[in-house]
């Protein structure tokens, strides 16, 4: 079955830098798409980057743009999200998804201290 396992999460002050990585199994992971979503206390879940089973072509919302970067690395069927410039309004807990198998992971806590 697809499974998908994120890590890198902590805390970090504001400014720095953080990498999650997402170990995915279960399916060809370099045949599918895969996205970055977010979930901060109080909102909906939010999409906050993607990147297609190349990682050719990237998209970002507009809230990281310019300060977090998705890669992958299909030798390892890892999925990463640099993270750099961090805010407090990026605190949040990160989850990887396969959207072909609408699978989700567990999620990794990102807490921003300013």
């Known amino acids: 079955q697809v499974q998908l396992v994120e890590s890198g999460g902590g805390l970090v002050q504001a400014g720095g830098s953080l990498r999650l990585s997402c170990a995915a199994s279960?399916?060809?992971?370099?045949?599918?798409?895969m996205d970055w979503y977010r979930q901060a206390p109080g909102k909906q879940r939010e999409l906050v980057a993607s990147?297609?089973?190349?990682?050719?072509?990237?998209n970002y919302a507009d809230s990281v743009k310019g300060r977090f970067t998705i890669s992958r690395d299909n030798a390892k069927n890892t999925v990463y999200l640099q993270m750099n410039s961090l805010k407090s309004e990026d605190t949040a807990v990160y989850y990887c998804?396969?959207?072909?198998?609408?699978?989700w992971g567990q999620g990794t806590q990102v807490t921003v201290s300013s």
């Open positions: 990147i297609t089973s190349s990682g050719g072509r990237t």
């Open positions: 279960g399916f060809i992971f370099r045949l599918h798409s």
């Open positions: 998804y396969a959207r072909a198998f609408s699978s």
